[in-house]
């Protein structure tokens, strides 16, 4: 084992747990669930406020139009809060992303607000473990980094989004964006694990729905004239099960609309979840998705039209991201953590920083678990040892490692 030179120990020393902790215990308190327009921005600022005490320019960006389908199938937009965006030394030749969400699972009038010690190191609280714990980590392991020389040789973006928990549709574009062209990236969820087990390979996920025009009639006097759209939402849900493969699962979730029971439906949504494992099964179900909606049309005689798609590409390790993966275990084994990883079904913005090819390791956060649940918790003392671990793997990258 490499023991931690002068420098990582002088860098490692300086990072204030008691801050940290207040930190994540403050916004914690603020609710911030994805719809929660108003606590988003009290978080922003918020987070605006601690993050200038690193370099660069914090800027607030508005989110990207997004829309959704009601349950008549009409199109409506989704608002959303605006993104957290920190540009360091964008001059650099080496440069990295870093991302965070300060958005939640729990809406603002969700029983689930507040903060219990469930014993001397274990907080529950919404938030905590499922970011804003991390945020926490990703802030002081940066706070480190830049109180060492090697911080010079390296530049970052930092991207803390607003609506990570229902799929980033409105920072999509933005993380495309901040992925470009960097040499890595580090984005704070929680450890798979409690014991700060990484998330390594990651499936994919796709939303879509269905919408079904049919023609309405009365379903004793000429029902022959009518079209019946939930009919033909049952054949589509038939045929998805068809094109369901084992490496890209398909679940027909809900189906709304129709009418009276002496009426022939002239509508229905029909909603599915996709979870491709290679971004080739995606594509192969899309194209079965199409041909499918073609057959349903003609045998049918009802218009269909599809939103949604895959807004998670799978995300496979490659050669680097491997790399970077072992540079994070051989930087724990420096500070006596033992890291290991396993694959997941579950989803992040790792995934789209993946499909940019930037190598990133997605689950640099605190340790924790029960998270989307009222029993959330986030042990404490991870706080400083994954900014630790954090800072030492950025001060290893800002020297030179390659991956
Ligand atoms: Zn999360």
């Not at 308190?29 to 660069?56: E, H």
């Not at 499936?203 to 269905?210: D, E, Q, W």
């Not at 023609?215 to 049952?234: F, L, T, Y």
């Not at 940019?356 to 918790?377: K, L």
């Amino acid at each position: 084992m490499t023991r931690l030179d002068p420098t990582g120990t002088d860098m490692i020393e300086q990072i204030d747990q008691p801050a940290m902790l207040a930190q994540a215990q403050t916004w914690s308190a603020v609710n911030t669930g994805t719809a929660n327009l108003a606590g988003l921005a009290v978080q922003a600022g918020l987070l605006a406020d601690a993050f200038s005490a690193l370099p660069g320019e914090v800027s607030l960006t508005d989110p990207a139009p997004v829309t959704g389908i009601d349950a008549g199938g009409a199109e409506f937009e989704k608002p959303h809060g605006q993104h957290l965006v920190l540009r360091v030394r964008p001059d650099a030749v080496r440069r990295l992303l870093l991302t965070g969400h300060m958005d939640t699972v729990f809406p603002a009038d969700d029983p689930f607000q507040a903060q219990t010690w469930l014993d001397d190191t274990t907080l529950n609280g919404p938030g905590l473990a499922d970011m804003k714990g991390g945020i926490a980590v990703m802030l002081h392991a940066l706070l480190a980094l830049e109180s060492t020389d090697a911080a010079a040789g390296i530049g970052y973006d930092v991207l803390i989004n607003a609506d990570e928990e229902t799929g980033s549709l409105s920072s999509a574009a933005l993380i495309e964006e901040l992925a470009r062209g960097k040499y890595a990236a580090l984005t704070y969820e929680p450890s798979a694990l409690p014991d700060g087990t990484l998330a390594h390979a990651r499936g994919g996920t796709g939303n879509y729905s269905l919408i079904v025009k049919g023609q309405s009639a009365h379903a004793g006097r000429n029902p022959q004239d009518g079209r019946n759209a939930i009919v033909a939402a049952a054949a589509l849900v038939l045929g998805l099960k068809r094109l369901e493969t084992p490496d890209c699962p398909v679940n027909p979730a809900k189906i709304e609309g129709g009418a009276a029971n002496n009426v022939v439906p002239d509508n229905a949504v029909l909603r599915f979840n996709i979870r491709p494992k290679e971004p080739a099964a995606g594509e192969r179900f899309e194209a079965g998705l199409q041909a499918l909606m073609r057959e349903i049309r003609q045998s049918h005689e009802v218009s269909i039209h599809l939103h949604g798609g895959v807004t998670r590409p799978p995300k496979p390790v490659d050669g680097r991201a491997q790399k970077l993966f072992d540079l994070v275990r051989d930087c724990g084994s420096v500070l006596g953590q033992e890291i290991g990883w396993q694959s997941t079904g579950g989803v992040c913005d790792g995934n789209n920083i993946a499909a940019c090819g930037v190598p990133v390791v997605d689950t640099m956060g605190v340790r924790g678990g029960a998270i989307h649940s009222p029993q959330e918790f986030m042990i404490v003392p991870s706080l400083k040892e994954r900014a630790a671990l954090s800072a030492l793997v950025l001060h290893r990258l800002a020297s030179g490692d390659e991956l």
